[in-house]
């Protein structure tokens, strides 16, 4: 599950920049109270685990979703074995069939 956990730089970089808009929005005195009317310094402590749980929710997700792309993948290379494995069979009664269909060499 944890396979790869930091290989994403790209989404925790998302992260990163996504919880610094979060605590400058919430936490900045004229731009969170006047301009988006939040209450961000009464909040508490329950309210910034809260702020902080989205990240580890994220990343939750994340791994959720590589263990499903692991099994479609997984899924996805046994179909082809199938299908090789039958064109190879079908290729090998071909050339028996050819074989069989010869003349004699003389």
Not at 21 to 48: E, K, N, W, Y
Not at 64 to 88: G, S, W
Request: with cysteine; hydrophobic share 50%.
């Amino acid at each position: 599950v944890w396979h790869d956990l930091l290989g994403n730089a790209h989404m925790h970089k998302a992260i990163i920049v996504a919880q610094v808009c979060l605590h400058v929005a919430v936490l900045l005195p004229f731009f969170s109270t006047d301009i988006l009317q939040l209450r961000g310094i009464g909040m508490g402590i329950t309210g910034l685990l809260l702020a902080l749980l989205g990240p580890v929710g994220c990343l939750v997700l994340c791994e959720v979703c590589k263990l499903i792309a692991a099994y479609q993948m997984l899924r996805y290379q046994q179909t082809l074995a199938e299908r090789q494995a039958a064109d190879d069979k079908r290729l090998d009664a071909a050339a028996a069939s050819d074989r069989a269909n010869q003349p004699p060499p003389q």
